[in-house]
């Protein structure tokens, strides 16, 4: 199914629980090939958002489209485009991991040729095929994982939905469903991620929105959102101690470290403040040993946005 707007879209997007307003009107827009990443905090309502978009609840408002079906009218069709990988892995323990990805392909009807065909590339996809035969129970976790998100690919979905999937991972495995992750968007897939591990959005993602409290507080890039928050400036280090004070003087905001023959001067530090600093220095003639571009990270923005800090 082929759509000429948005892989994913939603439009003033709501749910309650009883009391509990977990959506307050949210808005989001994917386009086909890029990965999105919802950023926030435990009990924010991320992973209701991707149980509304992929058909498993109803939102209370709000105009959904996946794929351009609706998904509360359109589960079926939808069905067939979409992949998700929830919290909690999906596997069969008492499986092998070839008889995971086998039972899963039979589920979707794939031809027997094929069947064996599919099973065997996502196995040397995920680098499982060295433990294709040993019971699923002893996988390690990262092995798990990556076997789970192994079987939401067998029917090659274009749209796939990532429910915090690294979580409780250590780095090496968080990285290497990082990297198969990563390839998907790179082959055309649309990921939809969640996630409350900031370095994953800032790794990942092609946009990244905050949510807190029901509602989308803020979404950019992650170069954009680190410009939200004080703290970015450019520093100059100088070899010469008379080109340093001279750099003191025309740069009259500039914080002067004296002992480093250095100045850090205060700014978004995006591309316009830096050709206005290099036109500055090439007109006096000074010279810089070093120059480097200092921007809040994502734990920043997290910590100003929403008032707490990350996970």
Same mark, same amino acid.
């Not at 914080?255 to 978004?268: R, T, V």
């Not at 007109?283 to 929403?306: E, I, M, N």
């Given at each position: ?16 629980? !009883?009391?509990?307003? *977990? ?67 999906? *596997? ?22 094929? *069947? ?51 979580? !409780? ?7 290497? *469903? ?41 979404? !950019? ?86 008032g707490r800090p990350a996970a």
């Amino acid at each position: 199914m082929s759509s000429p707007g948005p892989a994913i879209s939603a439009a003033r997007l709501s749910k309650s629980f !009883g009391d509990n307003t *977990v959506l307050d009107g949210i808005d989001i827009s994917v386009p086909a090939g890029t990965m999105y990443a919802l950023l926030g905090p435990n009990g924010a309502g991320k992973t209701t958002v991707v149980r509304i978009l992929a058909g498993l609840c109803r939102a209370d408002a709000g105009d959904i489209r996946v794929a351009g079906a609706d998904p509360r009218t359109e589960r079926d069709a939808m069905s067939t485009t979409i992949g998700l990988t929830g919290q909690f892995t999906a *596997v069969d323990t008492q499986l092998t991991g070839r008889e995971n990805l086998t039972l899963v392909a039979r589920l979707l009807h794939l031809h027997k040729t094929a *069947v064996r065909t599919r099973v065997a590339a996502l196995l040397d996809e995920f680098d499982l095929t060295g433990a294709a035969d040993r019971r699923v129970g002893e996988y390690s976790g990262g092995m798990t994982r990556r076997l789970d998100l192994a079987m939401t690919l067998v029917g090659r979905p274009s749209i796939i939905f990532l429910d915090e999937p690294t979580t !409780g991972l250590d780095p090496r495995s968080r990285h290497a *469903v990082w990297n198969a992750v990563r390839r998907l968007v790179d082959e055309g897939a649309t990921v939809f991620l969640t996630t409350q591990y900031l370095d994953e959005a800032d790794h990942l993602a092609d946009h990244i929105a905050v949510l807190d409290h029901g509602r989308i507080v803020a979404e !950019g890039t992650a170069d954009e959102l680190k410009r939200l928050v004080p703290g970015a400036h450019v520093r100059l280090e100088f070899a010469d101690a008379g080109d340093f004070f001279r750099a003191v003087r025309i740069f009259g905001s500039a914080i002067p470290d004296e002992d480093a023959f250095a100045l850090d001067i205060p700014g978004d530090a995006g591309v316009d403040a830096l050709r206005e600093i290099l036109a500055a220095l090439d007109a006096a003639g000074l010279d810089v040993s070093r120059l480097s571009v200092h921007t809040p990270d994502l734990d920043d923005v997290f910590l100003t946005l929403t008032g707490r800090p990350a996970a």
